[in-house]
């Protein structure tokens, strides 16, 4: 059975830096595109924040988070990491991972796998 688990959530303050974690398990990851979404309080829909591909590694960040947080993965582990740095208080929500086996991952819609998420709190 395919499953994603986030953890590493929690409360932070403005300009914290938090690193959350992806642990997937069933089966091999390592050529699928990983990702990471976002449900803020204000947000209607998961707003896309990272995904790094299969192969290649390359790596793509919402406008909101360029600069500021960084997508890495251990294929070896089957992890998924989002490194965030200069947290502010509109990072505040819940953290899901995201997979497909190939193919872009930068809409709700692209997504084959998700995980439950994390929460992540960052507090003025």
């Known amino acids: 059975q395919v499953q994603l688990v986030e953890s590493g959530g929690g409360l932070a303050q403005i300009g914290d830096s938090v690193v959350i974690s992806c642990a997937a398990s069933?089966?091999?990851?390592?050529?699928?595109?990983m990702g990471w979404f976002r449900q803020t309080p204000a947000g209607k829909d998961r707003e896309f924040v990272a995904?790094?591909?299969?192969?290649?590694?390359?790596?793509d960040y919402g406008d909101s988070v360029k600069g500021r947080f960084s997508i890495s993965r251990d294929k070896f582990k089957n992890m998924l990491f989002l490194f965030m740095n200069n947290l502010k208080v509109e990072d505040t929500g819940v953290y899901y991972c995201?997979?497909?086996?190939?193919?872009?991952?930068?809409?709700?819609?692209?997504?084959?796998?998700w995980g439950r998420g994390t929460q992540v709190t960052v507090d003025s």
């Open positions: 069933g089966r091999s990851f390592s050529d699928d595109t």
């Open positions: 995904t790094i591909s299969g192969k290649s590694g390359n790596t």
């Open positions: 995201a997979a497909k086996p190939r193919g872009d991952l930068r809409t709700p819609d692209d997504v084959d796998y």
